[in-house]
């Protein structure tokens, strides 16, 4: 709930030291003010199953008295990471690419084909496999 500050972060003096809350809280307070006190579908990367969504999930439904049938999150949907020819996408990997360098080389129609053709809960790979599969599909679609 409380993480101490590294050198160059913000810090508020506190029981525990300086430090500042934790992305956890921040992450349910941003939520809940503007989605409400009830979230029927709340979504991350996999890798914010735990702690992350379980931390978010006890403060909340403690800050918000929830309990007898009432909870903060109907669903979690957890998706699967971007992945360059296979390795995670990761700015530390230098395999990092943004949505402006992908369309210099594919439609905007290619890519939404592309992660169509991806379970939306297993890591999704952008190859020049992915992409040629893609093409392959939008151009059966057109000739349809």
């Not at 160059?8 to 029981?15: M, N, V, Y």
């Not at 991806?118 to 349809?144: C, G, V």
Request: aromatic share 10%.
């Amino acid at each position: 709930l409380w993480k101490a500050s590294k050198s160059g972060e913000p810090a508020w003096d506190s029981p525990w030291g300086a430090g500042r809350p934790g992305w956890h809280i921040e992450c349910s307070v941003v939520a809940s003010d503007i989605l409400g006190e009830t979230l029927d579908i709340h979504s991350g990367g996999e890798d914010l199953k735990f702690p992350h969504h379980d931390n978010e999930l006890a403060q909340s439904e403690a800050c918000l008295g929830c309990g007898e049938g009432r909870q903060w999150v109907n669903y979690f949907t957890h998706t699967g990471h971007l992945h360059i020819e296979g390795l995670k996408m990761s700015k530390s990997l230098k395999n990092f690419i943004t949505i402006r360098q992908a369309l210099e080389n594919n439609t905007a129609r290619q890519l939404r084909i592309m992660f169509l053709l991806q379970a939306w809960d297993q890591p999704m790979n952008y190859s020049d496999q992915t992409i040629d599969d893609a093409r392959a599909k939008e151009s059966t679609l057109k000739s349809f």
